[in-house]
C-alpha cells in the first residue's frame, strides 16, 4: 500500500510516545507507510509514575519485546501485584490470574521506555523523525486535515501530507486545539508529580505501593489531600509520587512539591527519602486527562489516541495501556480504511470512536462518579476505614481500579464488573 507521489506518506503520526509509536508499529506491520513526527530526540525524560500494569505488559507483549528474552532479562523489574496501605492496614494484592492479561506487572523509567517502543516500529518499518514539532494541521477547503505544518531542528519550517493523520501528542494536545477540539471541563483531570530517589531499602520491591492516605509531621500528624505511590525500579532507585485530583478542595490551591517533600519527610529514614541528598533529579508534574476529556476522537481526518484523546483511567490514574490499546485500535481502523474511498471509508473510520465508546464509555462513566466520591474525604475516610480490613473486597477493588476482568466467563467478581459497566450509560 504505497502514498501517492502527492503524499509522504499513507499516515503521519503525531508524537512518539507509547500511543504514537504502538500506532505505528501496527500499522507497519500492516503494511501502511507511516511518518512519525516526535518533536524531542531520544532517550527523553518523561514525568510518570514507570509502573506497568498487566494491561500494559499484554499490549508490550504484542509489539515483540519478549522476542529476544524474557523481560527480566532486558532490565525490566517485574511484579506481583499492588499494596495498599491506609486505614492503618497495609494489604497486598496480587494481580488476578485471567486468561485475558498476565499475572505480572513491570516497572521500567520512561527515560528509555518510550525508546525501546520506537525503534519496535521503526524495526517494524516505520519512518521515525526525531526533532520534529508538528505546529499544526494544513487543511484542504472542506476543512478536513491532509497534512501537517512542521519546525524541523536545524532546518527551516516544512509541510508533511497524509491522507489520514494519528495524533498523540499527549496531555498538551496541541494539534487536537488547533482542529478546535477543546478539553471537556466536565471530566476529571489530575495532577502529578514525582521524584526518583535513591533507595537500597525499597528499589527492589516485587509490589508496586499505594498509599491511599498522606501523612505530614510538620505542624504534628497532619492528613494532607491526595494519594501516593512508591515504585522500585530495580536499579538503586525508586520512583515517588502523588497526585490529586480536579474534584478535590485541594486541587489547583497547594504547592504540590511540598507536600510530596511533607509526606516523605515522615517516612522511615532507612527508606532514605526524607534526606534530600538521596534525591535523582527535580521534582517533575504532569497533568493526567481522564475519562475522554477530548472528544470526538475522529473527526476531519485526524484520529485520537492515548492522552491527546483524554483516555487516562479515572480510576487509578493509569495512562500508558490505554494509550497502546487505543493506538492498536486506530491502526486496525485505518488500515482497513486505506483500502476505501469517499463515503466508505468514512464509515470505516467511525467504528475508532464508536469501538472506543463500547471498550470504555460505561467504565470511564464509573470511574468520573467515583472521582467525585472519593474527592470528599469523609467518604475517602470511611471507605478506607471500613473497606480496606477485607481482603475479599479489596481484591473485587484492585479488579475494578485496574479494569482487569475476563470479559467471557471468569469468576462472580468479573460478572459484577463487567455487568456494572455495562448498565452505566458510556461517558
Not at 211 to 231: C, T
Request: charged share 25%.
Amino acid at each position: 500500500m504505497a502514498a501517492s507521489r502527492d503524499n509522504d506518506a499513507d499516515v503521519i503520526v503525531v508524537g512518539a510516545g507509547p500511543g504514537g509509536s504502538t500506532t505505528a508499529y501496527h500499522l507497519a506491520r500492516h503494511g501502511v507507510r507511516v511518518l512519525v513526527l516526535e518533536k524531542s530526540q531520544f532517550p527523553r525524560e518523561k514525568v510518570c509514575g514507570d509502573g506497568l500494569t498487566p494491561r500494559a505488559v499484554k499490549q508490550l507483549i504484542k509489539l515483540g519485546l519478549t522476542a529476544d528474552g524474557s523481560f527480566e532479562e532486558q532490565g525490566w523489574l517485574r511484579n506481583k501485584g499492588l499494596r495498599v496501605i491506609g486505614g492503618g492496614v497495609r494489604l497486598e494484592l496480587d494481580w488476578p490470574d485471567l486468561a485475558s492479561f498476565p499475572n505480572y506487572g513491570l516497572v521500567r523509567t520512561r527515560f528509555d521506555f518510550d525508546d525501546l517502543i520506537a525503534k519496535q516500529a521503526v524495526k517494524a518499518g516505520a519512518d521515525l523523525r526525531t526533532g520534529v514539532t508538528v505546529t499544526g494541521p494544513v487543511l484542504d477547503d472542506t476543512g478536513r486535515a491532509v497534512g501537517v505544518t512542521a519546525e524541523v531542528e536545524g532546518g527551516e519550517p516544512r509541510e508533511y501530507r497524509a491522507p489520514l493523520i494519528i495524533s498523540a501528542d499527549g496531555v498538551s494536545g496541541r494539534f487536537p486545539l488547533a482542529l478546535g477540539l477543546a478539553k471537556r471541563e466536565d471530566r476529571p483531570i489530575g495532577v502529578a508529580v514525582r521524584r526518583y530517589y535513591h533507595s537500597p531499602a525499597k528499589h527492589d520491591d516485587d509490589y508496586l505501593e499505594s498509599w491511599l492516605e498522606l501523612r505530614s509531621k510538620e505542624g504534628g500528624d497532619r492528613l494532607l489531600p491526595g494519594y501516593g505511590w512508591i515504585f522500585g525500579m530495580g536499579d538503586g532507585r525508586v520512583n515517588v509520587g502523588l497526585g490529586v485530583l480536579n474534584s478535590s478542595a485541594a486541587f489547583g490551591k497547594t504547592n504540590y512539591r511540598r507536600m510530596l517533600t511533607e509526606w516523605l519527610g515522615a517516612t522511615p529514614p532507612e527508606w532514605g527519602m526524607n534526606d534530600e541528598a538521596n534525591a535523582d533529579g527535580p521534582i517533575l508534574g504532569a497533568a493526567l486527562p481522564m475519562g475522554f476529556n477530548r472528544v470526538p476522537h475522529y473527526t476531519r481526518g485526524v484520529l485520537l489516541v492515548g492522552d491527546s484523546g483524554g483516555m487516562v483511567n479515572p480510576f487509578n490514574g493509569e495512562g500508558i495501556a490505554y494509550a497502546m490499546e487505543s493506538g492498536e485500535l486506530a491502526a486496525e481502523v485505518v488500515a482497513q480504511a486505506l483500502g476505501r474511498t469517499g463515503a466508505d471509508r468514512e464509515r470505516a473510520l467511525a467504528a475508532y470512536p464508536a469501538e472506543l465508546k463500547a471498550r470504555y464509555g460505561g467504565y470511564y462513566r464509573l470511574g468520573n462518579i467515583f472521582v467525585k466520591m472519593i474527592g470528599n474525604p469523609q467518604i475517602m475516610r470511611i471507605a478506607t476505614k471500613h473497606g480496606m480490613p477485607h481482603p475479599t473486597l479489596m481484591r473485587f477493588v484492585l479488579k475494578l481500579l485496574a479494569n482487569l476482568t475476563d470479559p467471557r466467563g471468569g469468576d462472580a467478581m468479573d460478572r459484577v464488573i463487567n455487568a456494572m459497566t455495562k448498565v452505566v450509560p458510556a461517558a
